[in-house]
């Protein structure tokens, strides 16, 4: 199982900036992918998760209305863009598939720097 | 919204036993998972389902759940378990982690 995530971004405020996270290795539709990130000397920071088969998702309460995530089942990727960025949002988001479909996520992606400057 | 409430920091001498706890409201009906931060690194799941460990995470890693705290036990601590180390729960549709431990062995 592996999940390789798109590289570094620098992006002004209230810009978009959208993270991709390409899976091999195992079925990726028969398992949720999570985003989590992880502000500098913070926490994790769980965003939501994507059923790759369904497409549905659910978002955590702070994000809602700013975080969309998508997925490609033809080159088993997934997607998440995030809108109106802050300096609050800079931070490695990483991707994490789920052991199944609502289990824990078990593989990480090696992360994702997005810095957010003014 | 659903909070896990864990110790900013847990010290421990090297051989010695190092307990992490996580509370949270009735955490002891659901599911909790474990997972090591190693600085610069992707987290590790080394406790799944309460207590179950993945192959490759070592015996001297348990965990428990029970009442309102699940607790990660780490038996006989080696220097290279110094990490972060985060619970996590689902909270209906939705995933919560704790906000970490810092491990440290001295």
């Known amino acids: 199982v592996q999940l390789v995530q798109s590289g570094a971004e620098v992006k002004k405020s209230g810009a978009s900036v959208q993270v991709s996270c390409k899976a091999s290795?195992?079925?990726?539709?028969?398992?949720?992918i999570h985003w989590v990130r992880q502000a500098p000397g913070q926490g994790l920071d769980w965003m939501g998760w994507?059923?790759?088969?369904?497409?549905?998702?659910s978002f955590g309460q702070k994000l809602q209305g700013r975080v969309t995530m998508t997925r490609d089942t033809s080159i088993s990727t997934a997607y998440m863009e995030l809108t109106r960025l802050t300096s609050d949002d800079t931070a490695v988001y990483y991707c994490a598939r789920d052991w199944g479909t609502g289990s824990h996520p078990d593989y990480w992606g090696q992360g994702t720097l997005v810095t957010v400057s003014s | 919204s659903y909070e896990l409430t864990q110790p900013p920091s847990v010290s421990v001498s090297p051989g010695q036993t190092a307990s992490i706890t996580c509370s949270g409201d009735k955490l002891g009906d659901e599911y909790v998972s474990w997972y090591q931060q190693k600085s610069g690194q992707s987290p590790v799941v080394v406790i799944y389902?309460?207590?179950n460990r993945p192959s490759g995470i070592p015996e001297r890693f348990s965990g428990s759940n029970s009442g309102n705290t699940a607790t990660l036990t780490i038996s006989g601590t080696q220097a290279m378990d110094e990490a972060d180390y985060y619970c996590?729960?689902?909270?209906?549709?939705?995933?919560?982690f704790g906000g970490g431990t810092k491990l440290t062995v001295l």
């Open positions: 290795g195992y079925t990726f539709s028969g398992h949720y």
């Open positions: 996590q729960a689902w909270d209906s549709s939705t995933v919560v």
């Open positions: 389902q309460n207590r």
């Open positions: 994507i059923n790759p088969n369904s497409g549905d998702t």
